[in-house]
């Protein structure tokens, strides 16, 4: 683990020097020249009550996180000083801004295509620690398939990618891992809401901020609910508004969680939920160094970081499973079911 930390620190500070040798100026141009996502953990109606996107107000917060001077960042803008002072404001009162004796950075997670490439090397010894356990774990989950009789209706292959990748790791797990490990009751309070916040830099359009899988639940016409397990939704999603005969193909694949199999999937979260918080304590050091090294100490909590890479994590855990040929990921990266 120590030689791990110490290559960590080593592509930090060439990572670091790299981007000292960029002027202001192009890192700006970059910024303003980029795609970014917006991301939002939540339940209910705990959501942002702005237009995160309006007057560049996103791209401040990015030039923030990258250390650019708030002058220079104004000048990009173009806002007068009273603007600026209005802006920053209102993203402090938003929650989404500190100015103190550090000055102006942003308080939610942000994250650079650099950043986001570290960030999946420094949470490579979760994801094979994780990786290899589910591995282990695969032929107990399939007597318990075979059990429970699902494998006289369903296909354990075919539904690998959302069992071992959705249901052990990401939406049946997530809430109980904050309660538990991060030892939250609640998310991050933002003007009056609850929520965890992300702004990711995108260069492939085509899918997901740096290919992370998630989970997404939402109504798509007047009678059907559609949950998307994947991470090229954002195509997808534009079809399902657009194209009906798209969507009533989608609707007639997607998989009917049935209440049998919801249980299923409860139970055997809650079996792999012990090993899984094992390993995430086993690391802790680790995470924390991380968090520490890689600056976002100075802009957000650890619960709030480890929140989002975690995601990069069991992304990577998840590609790691599909290179060995433990779980199928669907051709276009997405599993449907309702």
Not at 42 to 54: I, V
């Amino acid at each position: 683990m120590k030689t791990i930390s110490l290559v960590l620190l080593a592509m930090l500070v060439e990572v670091g020097c790299s981007n000292n040798q960029k002027s202001s100026q192009e890192v700006l141009n970059h910024i303003f020249s980029s795609k970014y996502e917006h991301s939002i953990i939540s339940k209910g109606d705990n959501l942002p009550d702005f237009n995160r996107r309006e007057d560049s107000i996103d791209l401040f917060l990015v030039a923030l996180h990258q250390r650019i001077e708030p002058k220079k960042i104004q000048k990009k803008v173009d806002w007068s000083d009273e603007t600026m002072k209005e802006k920053t404001q209102f993203l402090i009162s938003k929650g989404w801004l500190i100015d103190d004796d550090k000055g102006l950075r942003p308080s939610i997670f942000i994250v650079t295509d650099q950043e986001g490439k570290e960030l999946y090397e420094y949470g490579k010894p979760l994801a094979m620690d994780i990786a290899q356990s589910i591995e282990k774990e695969i032929p107990s989950i399939k007597g318990k398939f075979k059990t429970a009789g699902l494998s006289d209706k369903y296909d354990f292959n075919s539904m690998s990618f959302l069992i071992l990748s959705n249901v052990l790791l990401d939406n049946w797990q997530i809430m109980e891992m904050e309660a538990i490990y991060l030892k939250k009751e609640n998310r991050p309070e933002r003007h009056g809401k609850f929520y965890y916040a992300s702004i990711m830099e995108n260069v492939n359009n085509a899918y997901e901020p740096f290919g992370i899988y998630g989970n997404q639940y939402g109504k798509i016409n007047d009678s059907s609910y559609l949950s998307i397990y994947g991470n090229n939704r954002i195509i997808v999603n534009a079809r399902l508004k657009s194209d009906s005969a798209f969507r009533d193909s989608v609707l007639n694949v997607a998989l009917k969680l049935t209440p049998e199999l919801y249980n299923f999937f409860e139970g055997i979260a809650k079996d792999y939920r012990p090993k899984l918080l094992k390993i995430l304590n086993e690391q802790t050091d680790h995470s924390r160094e991380v968090f520490e090294k890689s600056g976002y100490s100075d802009e957000i909590t650890f619960e709030e970081f480890f929140i989002w890479w975690y995601h990069f994590i069991y992304t990577d855990a998840t590609n790691i499973l599909a290179k060995r040929h433990a779980l199928t990921i669907p051709k276009e990266g997405n599993f449907y079911y309702r």
